[in-house]
């Protein structure tokens, strides 16, 4: 079955940088579209990035852009957000969600998510 | 950007017919998705492209969308249904092209 499984989060102080990984199994990574969607401690969803299966397509959100980078590794079936400068409205829940491969406007699935933290 | 508008809460009583609705300029030109998240939980999505519904949703659940509404509109509603719902959109002539409204707080009476 499909699974999604972030990693690489926690307490990190502002400026500071953290890297997360999302490992993914249970269908074929390199065919499918995926994101990094946040949700911030009490506040609703918020889309962070979007990367094709292929890597040649990518967007960001205003919020995060020059700061963040999203990156795949077809060959290790995961994926990652690179996260750089980071703010204290950074602080949230991150989810990795899989677009289905045919119309990849939408995710089908989603993984449980890792809390990112950023305090002095 | 494209900005999607959700009511804060809608309040319901078991058994009846809830709507949630997703406003957005001329939103039924576009395909409007729907996600259900519970407390301590990933979303799951449970309407796509306007009124599709994945494997394992209930027929209760369905979605419609026309001129600047889209609705979800939970039918038989159960104490499980007590939920956050966010609609979203893909915006093509947009850089940005991913939009989630503010989500809904579907409360069961």
């Known amino acids: 079955q499909v699974q999604l499984v972030e990693s690489g989060g926690g307490l990190v102080k502002p400026g500071g940088s953290l890297r997360l990984s999302c490992a993914a199994s249970?269908?074929?990574?390199?065919?499918?579209?995926m994101s990094w969607i946040r949700q911030a401690p009490g506040k609703g969803l918020e889309w962070v990035s979007y990367?094709?299966?292929?890597?040649?397509?990518?967007y960001y959100a205003d919020s995060v852009k020059g700061r963040f980078t999203i990156s795949r590794d077809n060959a290790k079936n995961s994926l990652y957000l690179q996260m750089n400068s980071l703010r204290a409205e950074d602080t949230a829940v991150y989810y990795c969600?899989?677009?289905?491969?045919?119309?990849?406007?939408?995710?089908?699935?989603w993984g449980q998510g890792t809390l990112v933290t950023v305090s002095s | 950007s494209y900005v999607l508008t959700q009511p804060p809460s809608v309040s319901v009583a078991p058994g009846k017919t809830a709507r949630i609705t997703c406003g957005g300029n001329?939103?039924?030109?576009?395909?409007v998705h729907w996600y259900q998240q519970k407390p301590g939980q990933a979303p799951v999505l449970v309407i796509y492209?306007?009124?599709d519904r994945p494997s394992g949703i209930p027929e209760r659940f369905s979605g419609s969308n026309s001129g600047n509404t889209a609705t979800l509109t939970i039918s038989r509603v159960e104490a499980g249904d007590e939920a956050d719902y966010y609609c979203?959109?893909?915006?093509?002539?947009?850089?940005?092209?991913?939009?989630f409204g503010g989500g809904t707080k579907l409360t069961v009476l």
């Open positions: 249970g269908f074929t990574f390199s065919d499918y579209y």
């Open positions: 001329n939103i039924g030109s576009k395909s």
């Open positions: 492209y306007d009124s």
């Open positions: 979203q959109v893909w915006d093509s002539s947009s850089d940005h092209p991913l939009v």
């Open positions: 990367i094709s299966s292929s890597g040649s397509t990518i």
């Open positions: 969600a899989r677009a289905p491969r045919r119309q990849p406007h939408y995710f089908d699935y």
